[in-house]
């Protein structure tokens, strides 16, 4: 079974953000990054089936120099090699997904797991369209599961229903929080991933589709007061609010 | 300008949410056209045009060739749908096949462009394709919805056999809990760092009468019940106070909750996006704050 | 010089600090209010392959370079001082001073287990007699035909408590000197060896600090460790490397009470806004970064040094000097910025004042690592 799955490094969401004016996308210096959440999901559904069925897991990331740490993590999980496509441009999903393609497309993966966003965008496109552009069945926002010849998974959809589905591979899923328990790479682990193969490789990536007019903080909607202070004095602030509104 | 704006249906029923489509297109001045891939028990109220697919469930497959094939012969400038799993999973797919852009969860449009929310809220942008072209999902609760009026003109396609094998629903476990029916809801979030802090957030919302509410990692954790959580992938709840307890406020909860008559958060980060649809934001740790107010509350 | 991490050591920091955030950190409070770590610790720091350390692989550790390990303790001990002493004393104490002087055999039988977690390790230097001067120890060994027998008492045992596996340091004949001091293995729950007391503390409430008495204990004799009279030297070294780990440790406090002062000061607000913006309580925010940064470097430089085989007695002994300094440093300003919530109970920092004051004494106290600095100064 070959097996890949693609993962994205990204700002930790704690951080504060500063926009240059003018810019598109935010100041980067001084920030703290991270695999994104709903990838470390899919390296540990990844590397689950790979403990399943034995065979080849493939770890790749479009990103700049950093987001090898990210890799290196993957390969600590359990990954056997990665490929960093090097990408100083803050690409659209669009252009990662072909950029992705190009690496990957003749490579028959059987399954390819990808997270079912990224954390700072959201825009949950990119396995789509991976998915799409291989002309693989793909199924997004994934909570269960399972592979026995063919895969059995369990879609998320709105108000606490599932959809349950079978499908045949090659196929694709991205996978959504709580999919499983990703595991922490053991320190041995993250000692030996440093003997894995790991390949950089440029590949120039297509126009993007979309045009960023503005980026910036949201609009301070003023709708909150904000109750500072000291404890006491919030306290009573809140117990009077609650009166008022006959609450308690 | 026109939009394709494609319905979704659940279990033989039209989403409400497709007037939130019709608003949008009507805020937008666009000429809607509808395409709902499923039979429906009772159609849509609007002007416009109606084609209904005799599709099943959803199938990735079978639905974008349904609507590829209104595409083909309505020539729309937007495809809309929700940014839902409906939305969210069909919506790349039509863009890859019409090689437009896709623009995800806006929140709003202006001017001929959209808005976006990034980085858990922290940033918002604005964003439009570059062809003008574009397949758009929009988030729940974003637009105001359009007033049911009109009958459409109906045209029937068929559906053509997608490569998913549908196995059903797997339902939720039947729970006594209806958070829906809550008067009040005290919710706790990730912000109370532990499990065993939950003890304190149950405490203020027994001395308040009101139900426990969660986010989702709060869910994940295993911390509560799948009952408990509010969001769009929980329950939608509108009760006269919802109190926010270590919640950062990202969209998927606020979506379940900003209609809310009261709300009152309590986060250490004043800036949290919260602070976007609460009406007060206590600025303290709730691990001080919560007992402080139960305590109050009792005396 | 490059003062960064490589990727492995932001591994692993990562990788623990996001294990102790998770795991340790919530049961913190608990342990020093219940004077115990709660034993599921034990096995979540098995999992991720903490105890195996910077042990080598083929020795059955975990093969991490001696930064990352540092890197560790940090980490845990920011998030709980006695969680990180558990493991600091488990690793620089009781594997290394196995690691560097035992034989293939001594560590395939002893060392192995050690790194698995399956024993805890600890280092039975000090007696009710012998602290700052090692070499006064009583603890006698009489050579038999095929065993040694060691009789005397040990106090203030970091781990001793677990009975798993000591180093275990006795003399010959006292009259020697650290001449006649030599050291071995020891298995905890050998007959003769007594748990007197684990001691109530100050800190670091949840680590055991144990008192033993030694009864005619059986050692064989291929528990001896190096050669025999060769206890001292093995003892100076191993402390050498220990203070590292107690620097580490040092670091994870003070950083712990640096980010609770510096989010409180944003929080808290007197006189009409958060105390933060007072001149005053930024000082101490910048002193407290500043002894802390550099505390750090040279801890980090020590660790480097040792990962190159330059172990340097002056450069540990000044990074430990300068980080319990440190940590006493910060968690007093850290509460003192928290005013009277700094003193209750209900705030972590007493815990943290409390825990601090340790690094100052224990592998020798600031005065003998003054003394260790100052001899290095001595020329010819
Ligand atoms: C498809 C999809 C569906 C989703 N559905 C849902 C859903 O239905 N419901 C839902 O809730 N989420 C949902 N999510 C997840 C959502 O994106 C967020 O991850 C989640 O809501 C964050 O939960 P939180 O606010 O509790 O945690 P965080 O975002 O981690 O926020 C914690 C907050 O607590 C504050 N805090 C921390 N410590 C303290 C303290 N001591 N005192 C006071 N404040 C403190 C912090 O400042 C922070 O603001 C969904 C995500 C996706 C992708
Ligand atoms: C919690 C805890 C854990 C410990 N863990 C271990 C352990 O695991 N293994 C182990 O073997 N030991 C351990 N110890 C012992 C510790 O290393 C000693 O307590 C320490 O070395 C000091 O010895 P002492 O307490 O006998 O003080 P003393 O040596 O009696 O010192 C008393 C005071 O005199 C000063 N002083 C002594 N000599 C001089 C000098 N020449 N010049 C100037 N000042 C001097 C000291 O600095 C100190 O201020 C631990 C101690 C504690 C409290």
Known sequence: MKILVCIKQVADLESRFQVASGQTWFNETDLAFRLNEYDEFAVEAAVQLKEQTGGDLTVISVGPARASEALKKALAMGADQAVHVLEDQQLESFQTAQVIFEQIKAQGYDLIFTGMQSSDKGSGQVGLLLGEMLKINSVSCVVAFKYDGRIEVERELEGGLRAKLKLATPALVTCQLGLNQPRYPTLPNIMKAKKKPKSEVTSPAPASRLQVVALGPPPKAGAAELIEGDLLAQVSKVVAILKEHKLA | ?299 | MDFGLNEEQKLVQATVRQMAQEQVRPKAAATDKNHAIPPETLPQLAELGLWGSYIPEEDGGSGLDYLSYILSVEALSAACASTGVLLAAHASLGCDPIHRSGTKEQKAKWLAPLCKGEKIGCFLLTEPGAGSDVASLKTRYLEQDDHYELTGSKQFITNGGYLGTGVVFATSDPSLGHKGISAFILDLKSPGVTLLKNEEKMGIRGSFTSAFALDQVKIPKDQLLGAPHQGFAIAMETLDGGRISISAQALGIAQEALDLALNYSTERQQFGKPIGQFQAIRFKLADMAAALESARLMTYKAAWLKNQHQESAQVSAMAKLLASKAAQFCTDEALQIHGGYGYSAEYPLERLYRDAKITEIYEGTSEIQRIVIAKGLEKG
């Open chain 2, 1 to 299: 300008m026109k939009a394709l704006l494609i319905g979704e249906v659940l279990r033989g029923k039209l989403a409400p949410s497709l007037y939130e489509m019709l608003g949008f297109a009507s805020q937008a001045g666009l000429e809607s056209v509808v395409l709902v891939c499923a039979p429906i028990s009772t159609n849509p109220q609007f002007t416009g045009k109606l084609y209904q697919g005799d599709g099943g469930e959803y199938d990735p497959l079978s639905h974008k060739a349904m609507a590829l094939e209104v595409i083909a012969k309505e020539n729309p400038d937007l495809v809309v749908l929700m940014h839902s799993s409906y939305g969210w999973d069909l919506a790349p797919r039509l863009a890859m096949e019409l090689g437009w852009g896709q623009i995800s969860e806006a929140i709003a449009f202006d001017s001929g462009t959209f808005n976006q929310v990034l980085v858990g809220g922290k940033l918002r942008r604005s964003v439009k394709t570059v062809s003008g072209q574009a397949v758009v999902t929009l988030q729940s609760g974003a637009f105001s919805e359009a007033a049911p009026a009109g009958s459409p003109a109906l045209e029937s396609i068929s559906a053509l056999k997608g490569a998913i094998e549908w196995l059903g629903y797997v339902e939720k476990p039947a729970q006594d809990l209806d958070l829906t029916k809550a008067q009040k809801i005290v919710s706790a979030g990730r912000g109370i760092g532990k499990a065993d802090n939950l003890g304190m957030i149950q405490e203020l919302a027994q001395v308040l009468g009101a139900e426990l509410g969660a986010s989702r990692p709060v869910v994940d954790s295993g911390w509560v019940e799948h009952s408990h959580q509010v969001g769009s992938t929980g329950a939608t709840v509108t009760p006269e106070l919802y109190m926010a307890c270590g919640i950062s406020g990202a969209v998927q909860h606020l979506a379940g909750m900003k209609k809310s008559e009261l709300i009152i958060a309590i986060n250490k980060d004043k800036d949290a996006p919260i602070g976007e649809v609460a009406h007060y934001v206590v600025v303290a740790d709730l691990l001080q704050f919560v007992p402080a107010l139960t305590k109050a509350l009792k005396a």
